[in-house]
């Protein structure tokens, strides 16, 4: 069974930085491409970020050099280092397969920008 536990959120100020982590089990995780999506309240789920088993990345327009995403494949975990965060990041995190995501996604992990 797929499980995708997502962590690290939180409330933060403009400017500011957030770690998330994924830890994911059921999957043959290095094999797959990772990726991380958000949902602002209101708004379709967006993929943000998406890294390789080969570690190649890419990203949303609007979080290019701001936001890096990584894996550790031994430890089934994947992040996105979030820095000079802005208001309209304010979002439900969620990770996944980079394409075709499965259908049970994680309880996400919410990041709130605000001052």
């Known amino acids: 069974q797929v499980q995708l536990v997502e962590s690290g959120g939180g409330l933060v100020q403009p400017g500011g930085s957030l770690r998330l982590s994924c830890a994911a089990s059921g999957i043959i995780f290095s094999i797959n491409t990772m990726g991380w999506y958000r949902q602002a309240p209101g708004k379709e789920r967006e993929l943000v970020a998406r890294?390789?088993?080969?570690?190649?990345?890419n990203y949303l327009d609007s979080v290019k050099g701001r936001f890096t995403i990584s894996r550790d494949n031994a430890k089934n975990t994947v992040y996105l280092q979030m820095n000079s965060l802005k208001a309209e990041d304010t979002a439900v995190y969620y990770c996944?397969?980079?394409?075709?995501?499965?259908?049970?996604w994680g309880q996400g992990t919410q990041v709130i920008v605000s001052s």
């Open positions: 890294i390789t088993r080969s570690g190649s990345t």
């Open positions: 996944n397969l980079g394409y075709s995501p499965y259908d049970n």
